[in-house]
């Protein structure tokens, strides 16, 4: 179990880094967005600080999860937008859904691993 954690946690990290870096220093053209998608898109750029937000976030917590550090908090931070990705490619985009499905289990996996971290969250005083 540590081992599959330790490679699931650095795959995760290695998406969320590469996605995060690429966007925010803008290494690879945008494509032409089409439908729904530059619709949501638009959406997202009309507020001009969002889509920054998330990237940083993403980027914050790959390095938690690919210095093995945080990797509990960093689970719960990414988990919005992680289910976010994952709605986005159901809906919008399903060329991206596997690897959307990947991150979303991904995450599932490692909330499941350190579930005894959590507990004091569910204790009701």
């Known amino acids: 179990m540590k081992i599959a954690v330790i490679i699931v946690r650095s795959l995760v990290g290695l998406i969320f880094l590469f996605a995060s870096v690429v966007v925010l220093f803008?290494?690879?053209?945008?494509?032409?967005?089409?439908?729904?998608?530059?619709?949501f898109m638009a959406g997202i750029a009309a507020t001009s600080y969002l889509l920054p937000?998330?990237?940083v976030t993403e980027l914050i917590c790959?390095?938690?999860?690919?210095?093995?550090?945080?990797v509990t908090l960093a689970t719960v931070v990414i988990f919005p937008i992680s289910?976010?990705?994952?709605?986005f490619h159901a809906f919008l985009a399903?060329?991206?859904?596997?690897t959307a499905i990947f991150i979303f289990l991904g995450i599932l996996f490692l909330a499941y691993a350190k579930?005894?971290?959590y507990r004091?969250?569910?204790?009701?005083?």
């Open 120 to 125: 004091t969250l569910f204790i009701a005083k």
């Open 115 to 117: 579930r005894q971290n």
């Open 83 to 87: 289910l976010n990705i994952l709605l």
């Open 94 to 98: 399903p060329e991206g859904l596997p």
């Open 62 to 70: 790959a390095i938690a999860f690919l210095s093995g550090r945080f």
């Open 26 to 39: 803008n290494l690879v053209p945008q494509p032409e967005l089409q439908g729904s998608v530059k619709v």
């Open 53 to 55: 937000l998330i990237k």
